[in-house]
């Protein structure tokens, strides 16, 4: 199974260009399952939501919709309270657990997050920390982590591997599409260089450089050419695993609904019946 979905869906800048003008909000997520089989949630890094508020993300999603869950920054960036903080947000989100929604937990790590005897420790740490059902995958910044080592330590610890797609900068990680525990994840977060570090001229010699420069790391349309890369990519990593999860994270006025709807298409992923959404951003 191949899951194409977006890094979350609650954008106001989405509306008129994948959400209708009549949608109220609350139906905007019942209008994103029908599009996309599945979802990542990235709200939980800055903070943890009620249990109100994951029974409502409950209410509205299909029995079975699987639900990718983002650390809080604590467990990432500040690396304080971890144990506690993995256990708060699966008590608050207890009822997508419950339901079976909750298909992994996602640890984004800084650039500083660099590959070392310590933090090798600490994601040791993190996995235990984690339901031994419960799938857990990282995503790391830093370059230092493309060694082949790092994959066998992810996959002696029983840890997924989440491949990036982001601009090429120095000493950010490459593209490279590897699984270690049976699950493909890949997140594309775009090529904008030019605004990755908050400043111009910061895009390597050589890079595409497609981004607009305004400030937003993530102001990004993917080409089917750049997509086509992936999709190579994804066809090889499905005979080895038995499922990959897809998420774009270049959310700007809805860049990420045109290129999830592209990659469906290029994977051969049969569409919804939902065909009257305006993509043409």
């Known amino acids: 199974m191949i899951y194409v979905g977006t890094s979350g869906f609650h954008f106001d800048d989405w509306k008129d260009v994948f959400y209708p003008p009549h949608l109220k909000k609350k139906e905007w997520l019942p209008w994103y399952t029908r599009h996309f089989p599945a979802l990542e949630i990235n709200s939980t890094y800055y903070r943890i939501p009620s249990p109100a508020t994951f029974e409502s993300i ?12 983002k650390l809080h920054g604590d467990v990432t960036h500040a690396r304080i309270d971890t144990e506690w903080s993995v256990g708060a947000l699966l008590e ?12 992994g937990l996602l640890a984004q790590f800084p650039y500083s997050f660099r590959r070392n005897g310590e933090n090798r420790e600490y994601l040791a740490r993190l996995r235990a920390a984690v339901p031994d059902d419960l799938p857990l995958f990282v995503e790391f910044r830093h370059a230092t982590w493309s060694a082949p080592a790092t994959f066998d330590f992810l996959r002696e610890s029983r840890i997924g591997y989440c491949a990036v797609d982001e601009p090429s900068l120095r000493d950010l990680m490459p593209p490279l599409a590897k699984e270690t525990n049976g699950i493909a994840y890949i997140r594309l ?3 904008n260089g030019e605004a990755w570090w908050g400043n111009a001229g910061t895009t390597k010699e ?8 305004k400030g937003d790391r993530y102001d990004y349309l993917y080409s089917e050419e750049e997509l086509r890369e992936w999709v190579d990519r994804v066809k090889e990593l499905r005979k080895i695993t038995d499922r990959t999860y897809i998420f774009f994270n270049n ?3 809805g860049q990420a609904v045109r290129g999830a709807k592209l990659m469906q298409a290029m994977l051969d992923i049969p569409r919804s019946g939902e065909e009257q959404v305006r993509l043409d951003l």
């Open 58 to 69: 409950h209410s509205r999603t299909p029995d079975g919709y699987p639900i990718i869950l």
């Open 92 to 103: 608050s989100a207890a009822p997508l657990v419950n339901a079976g929604k909750v298909s």
């Open 189 to 191: 977060h775009g090529r």
């Open 206 to 213: 050589g890079a595409k450089g497609r981004g607009k420069g």
């Open 251 to 253: 959310c700007f006025a």
